[in-house]
C-alpha cells in the first residue's frame, strides 16, 4: 500500500545553496526585527513631535507676555496686544462641567440599564447603534444645536440662544456614546460569580446592582468619565456653532461665551506673528489640560485591573 | 555492528526562572529505534522532548545547562541555528495542532519555507508523507480542504505527515495519542513501528501499555530525573529501580 | 418606615430605563431630522456635479472625491506603521520598560484633541516641510490621529492568533518573520481590517483638523499637492456661512451615510472574525 520509507522524501539540494539560504532567513529575521521596532516608535515619535512643535510655538510666547497677563487677564483684544485668556478657560471649564452634568449620569445610568435590565438579543442591536452614534462627526450635532436647540432656547429661555447651555446640552450629547460604551465594557468585565454570590443571599437585582457590581465597576466608571471629560474639553466644531464666541466671563449659563479650542479654530485662519503665537500658547494650555485629564483616566483604570 | 548514537545527552539540567524542571541527565538515544519516554506528569518528559529541537528557546524564562549532542554537535552552541536544527528535529504535539489551512498547505508548510516551489515535488511529498502516516487514502480526494475539518485521530496523522515533510532525522512525539479513540491509536503505532527504519523516534507517552507495546528503549522519568533507562522488556519485566517497578505496575502513576 | 427592596427595584429600573430611553431618543431624533430635511434634496446630480456659488447650487462632487481619498491616504500611511508597532509589541518582545514607553506614546497620543493635530498639521507639515494646504497634509495629519486605534485593534487580533499555531509553524522550522508573515498577520486580518474601517470613519467625520491642513478648496484635486475640501468641512462651512441650509442638510445625510457604511462594514468584519474563531 505504502512506498518503502526509505525512499527520500524530498531532493536534497547542494550543500552551498542550504548554507546559503539559511544565511538568508537568519539575515532577514534580524532584520525584520530592527525594522518592527523602529516602525513600532512611530506613535511615540509622532507624540514627541507634536509636544515639541506645539510648546516650540506656544511657550516662548508665555514667558515673554508672563503667566499671569496670559492665563489670569480677562481682555482678549490682539490688535491692541491684550492676550489675556481668562474669560475662554472659565468658559472652557463650564461648558464641560455642564456637559458632565448631563452625559455622566445618562450615560453611567443607561450603561446600568443596557447590561443588568436589558435581555442580550436587545443588547446586541443597541451597543452598536450607540457606536455609530459615536462616530457621526460633531458638526453635525453643532448643525443640529444652532438649528434647532438654540432657537429653543432664546424663545423659551431668553437670552441670544447661542450659549454656554447649549454647548453644554451638545457637548453632554456627544459625549454619551463614549461614557456609555466604556462603562458597558466595564461593568460586562466584573465577574459573574459576584452578581450571583449577591443574588444566592436573597438581594434583588438591583440591589445586588448598586452594592456590588458597582462597587466593582467604580474605577473603571470614573476612568469612563474622566476620558469623556478630556474629549468634552477637546471639542471644537460643535461648539464653535452654539455657544455664541463671544469673549466674556459668562454671568449665566444664558450668556455667550468663547472656549479654548474655539478661540484657536476662529482665528487661526488669519493671525498673524504674537496674535498666532498666542493661540499657539492657547493650544499648549489645552493640551496640557487634556494631558492631565487623559493621565488621570489611565490611572483610574489601572487601579482597576490592578485590583 | 555497534549501534549508532544519534543523540548525546550528558548531564541535562534544564530551568524555567527558578523551577528545575530537569536535573542532571544523561542518556543515549539510538539511531533508527523507537525510544519511550514513561513517568507521571510533571516528570519533566516533555521539557526533555522539547529542548531537543530547541524549542524551550521560545520561552524567555528557560535556561539550559549541561550538553546535549546530535551526530556529535552541540546543538546549544552558539553557532548553531535553532531553526536549522528543527528541520532536522521534527515535533508532533499532544493535542492535534492543524493550522488554518487546507490539508495539502498544512503538509506543504515547511517544505515551501525551505524553497521548494516544484509544484510535483510537493505533491510527491504530500503523497509519501500521507501515506507513511497512513491517512493517504482517507484524504487524497480532498486535499483541499480545511484541515479543521478533520476528526481528532485523522489531524493527529496530519501532524504526523506534516513533521515527515520535513524530512527530519528525528521524530519526537509528545503524547500524540491521547485523547484519540483506538483504532487512530492503532494507526499512529503501525505508523511509528514502519516508519523507526528511516528515522530515529522519541515517544513520551503517559500510557505504559503502548511504551510496552511500541518502543524499543524504555527510559523512566520521576520528578525531573532519569531514574532508569534500558531495553523495553528488560524495564517492564526485571527493572532495576524499586521506583520503576512501582510505576510499571501501577502501583502509582 | 424602609421602603421594600422590591420597590426600589422597581423605581431603579423605571428611572434608570427613562434616562436610556431619552437617550436613544435624542441620538435617533438627531440622525432622522437630519435625514427627514437632507434626503430629499440628495440626487445622483448632487453628487456628481461640481458645486456653484460656493455651495449655494450644484452638487458637492469634489468634495466627495476629497472625502474618499483623503481618509484612503491616511490608511496607507497608517496601516503599515500600526500592524508594525503592533507586530513588535506582540511577536518581537515582552512587556519591559521600551513596551511601556510605546504604549503610553501610543495612549496619549488616542488622547489629543483634533484641533491641537491640526494645530500641529499646519505648523509642521503645512508650514515648515513647505507642503502647503494639500491632501498630503491632511493626509499625514489624519495618518497620526487614526494611528492609535489601528494599533489597538491590531495588537488585539495578533494576540487572538492562538499560541498553537506559533508553536506549530516554530516546529516546522520557521523563523520568527516567517511565523508572522505566513501564519499570525493572515489569521489577525478581519480584526485589523475592523481597525481600519474605525479609522476610516474617524477620518470622514473629521473636520478642525482637516481644515487647517488640507485646506478648503472646492476644486477637483489634481495631485496629492492639491488642496481638497472634504464633506465635513464643505458641511461645516455651508452651515456656519449660512450659504444653503438645504444643501448642508444634503450634504449632512450623504455624510451620515459614509459614516454608516463603514461602521456596518466594521460590525460586519468583526463579526466574521469572531466567528472564525469559534469555530
Excluded at chain 1, 537568519?26 to 514627541?48: G, K, N, Q
Excluded at chain 1, 477637546?234 to 469673549?247: C, D, K, P, S, Y
Excluded at chain 1, 494631558?291 to 482597576?304: D, F
Excluded at chain 3, 491640526?118 to 494611528?147: D, H, K, N, Q
Aim: with cysteine; glycine share 8%.
Amino acid at each position: 500500500m505504502q512506498d518503502s520509507p526509505n525512499t527520500p522524501v524530498h531532493p536534497k539540494r547542494p550543500a552551498r545553496r542550504r548554507v546559503a539560504g539559511a544565511f538568508v532567513t537568519w539575515c532577514s529575521d534580524h532584520l525584520a526585527r530592527y525594522v518592527f521596532l523602529a516602525v513600532a516608535f512611530s506613535a511615540t515619535a509622532s507624540l514627541l513631535l507634536i509636544a515639541l512643535f506645539i510648546l516650540k510655538e506656544g511657550v516662548p510666547f508665555i514667558v515673554k507676555i508672563g503667566f499671569k497677563d496670559f492665563l489670569f487677564a480677562s481682555e482678549w483684544d490682539p490688535s491692541a496686544g491684550k492676550f489675556g485668556i481668562y474669560p475662554m478657560i472659565i468658559a472652557s471649564l463650564w461648558v464641560t462641567l455642564g456637559a458632565m452634568l448631563i452625559g455622566a449620569p445618562l450615560g453611567v445610568a443607561g450603561a446600568i440599564f443596557l447590561t443588568q435590565f436589558v435581555p442580550r438579543s436587545v443588547m446586541r442591536i443597541i451597543k452598536p447603534m450607540i457606536e455609530l452614534l459615536a462616530g457621526i462627526p460633531s458638526v453635525l450635532y453643532g448643525f443640529m444645536g444652532v438649528m434647532v436647540l438654540a432657537p429653543f432656547i432664546r424663545n423659551h429661555l431668553g437670552g441670544p440662544g447661542l450659549s454656554l447651555l447649549a454647548g453644554s446640552i451638545i457637548l453632554g450629547i456627544m459625549v454619551l456614546p463614549t461614557v456609555i460604551s466604556i462603562s458597558v465594557d466595564t461593568i460586562n468585565a466584573v465577574p459573574r460569580t459576584y452578581l450571583e454570590g449577591a443574588l444566592a443571599l436573597g438581594a434583588t437585582r438591583w440591589q445586588s446592582v448598586h452594592m456590588v457590581i458597582l462597587k466593582a465597576a467604580r474605577s473603571g466608571i470614573i476612568a469612563s468619565i474622566i476620558l469623556a471629560m478630556g474629549r468634552a474639553v477637546g471639542e471644537t466644531m460643535a461648539v464653535i456653532m452654539v455657544v455664541g464666541n463671544a469673549v466674556k466671563i459668562p454671568h449665566s449659563a444664558l450668556d455667550s461665551v468663547r472656549t479654548l479650542t474655539a478661540n484657536i479654530a476662529l482665528e487661526m485662519g488669519y493671525a498673524t506673528g504674537l496674535h498666532r503665537q498666542a493661540l499657539f500658547a492657547t493650544g499648549v494650555v489645552l493640551f496640557v489640560v487634556v494631558m492631565i485629564l487623559n493621565s488621570l483616566a489611565m490611572a483610574a483604570m489601572k487601579r482597576k485591573t490592578g485590583s | 555492528m555497534e549501534p549508532a548514537v544519534k543523540i548525546s545527552v550528558q548531564n541535562l539540567s534544564v530551568f524555567f526562572g527558578r523551577h528545575q524542571a530537569l536535573r542532571g541527565l544523561t542518556l543515549n538515544v539510538t539511531a533508527n529505534r523507537i525510544l519511550g519516554i514513561i513517568g507521571p506528569a510533571s516528570s519533566g518528559k516533555t521539557t526533555f522532548l522539547r529542548t531537543l529541537n530547541r524549542m524551550n528557546d521560545l520561552d524567555p524564562e528557560s535556561r539550559a545547562e549541561g550538553r546535549v549532542l546530535m551526530d556529535g554537535a552541540d546543538i546549544y552552541h552558539p553557532s548553531q541555528s535553532a531553526v536549522q536544527l528543527r528541520k532536522r528535529v521534527g515535533m508532533v504535539f499532544a493535542l492535534p495542532m492543524p493550522l488554518p489551512m487546507s490539508i495539502y498547505d498544512n503538509v506543504t508548510y515547511g517544505p515551501r519555507l525551505s524553497g521548494i516551489r516544484d509544484r510535483a515535488i510537493l505533491d510527491g511529498i504530500v503523497e509519501q508523507t500521507l501515506t507513511s502516516a497512513f491517512l493517504w487514502d482517507e484524504v487524497k480526494d480532498r486535499l483541499n480542504m480545511l484541515a479543521l475539518r478533520l476528526s481528532g485521530g485523522q489531524q493527529q496523522r496530519l501532524c504526523l505527515a506534516r513533521t515527515l515533510a520535513m524530512d527530519p532525522e528525528v521524530v519526537l512525539l509528545d503524547e500524540p495519542c491521547s485523547g484519540l479513540d483506538p483504532i487512530s491509536t492503532a494507526r499512529i503505532e503501525d505508523a511509528l513501528s514502519v516508519l523507526k527504519a528511516r528515522y530515529t523516534i522519541i515517544l513520551v507517552t503517559n500510557n505504559t501499555k503502548q511504551a510496552s507495546r511500541v518502543a524499543d528503549e524504555t527510559a523512566f522519568f520521576l520528578m525531573g530525573e532519569l531514574v532508569e533507562m534500558g531495553e523495553t522488556s528488560q524495564i517492564f519485566t526485571v527493572p532495576r529501580d524499586q521506583r520503576t517497578s512501582d510505576y510499571v505496575t501501577g502501583r502509582f502513576g | 418606615m424602609r421602603i421594600p427592596p422590591k420597590i426600589t427595584q422597581a423605581m431603579a429600573v423605571i428611572l434608570l430605563g427613562a434616562a436610556t430611553l431619552f437617550t436613544v431618543i435624542v441620538l435617533v431624533l438627531i440622525i432622522a431630522f437630519v435625514l427627514k430635511r437632507g434626503v430629499p434634496e440628495i440626487s445622483w446630480e448632487f453628487l456628481s456635479t461640481k458645486p456653484k456659488e460656493m455651495g449655494k447650487a450644484g452638487g458637492i462632487l469634489p468634495t466627495v472625491i476629497g472625502t474618499v481619498l483623503l481618509p484612503l491616504l491616511a490608511i496607507l500611511i497608517a496601516l503599515p506603521m500600526g500592524v508594525g508597532t503592533a507586530v513588535y509589541l506582540s511577536e518581537y518582545t515582552r512587556e519591559n520598560r521600551i513596551t511601556k514607553i510605546i504604549r503610553f506614546g501610543t495612549d496619549c497620543l488616542a488622547g489629543i484633541p483634533s484641533i491641537i493635530f491640526g494645530l500641529f498639521g499646519y505648523i509642521f507639515f503645512v508650514t515648515m516641510l513647505g507642503m502647503g494646504w494639500s491632501m498630503l497634509s491632511g493626509g499625514l495629519t489624519l495618518a497620526i490621529m487614526i494611528l492609535p486605534t489601528i494599533i489597538r485593534t491590531s495588537e488585539e487580533a495578533i494576540r487572538a492568533v492562538p499560541q498553537a499555531y506559533r508553536e506549530v509553524s516554530c516546529s516546522l522550522a520557521a523563523t520568527n518573520w516567517e511565523t508572522v508573515y505566513k501564519v499570525v498577520l493572515p489569521n489577525a486580518l478581519p480584526g485589523i481590517m475592523t481597525g481600519v474601517m474605525l479609522g476610516i470613519g474617524r477620518s470622514i467625520g473629521e473636520t478642525a483638523a482637516v481644515i487647517f491642513t488640507a485646506g478648503s478648496s472646492l476644486m477637483m484635486p489634481n495631485s496629492l499637492n492639491d488642496s481638497v475640501r472634504t464633506m465635513s468641512v464643505h458641511f461645516y462651512l455651508l452651515a456656519r456661512e449660512g450659504i444653503s441650509n438645504e444643501k448642508a442638510y444634503a450634504t449632512a445625510a450623504v455624510l451620515v451615510f459614509a459614516v454608516l457604511f463603514v461602521n456596518l462594514t466594521a460590525y460586519w468584519m468583526m463579526n466574521r472574525f469572531i466567528a472564525k474563531r469559534s469555530r
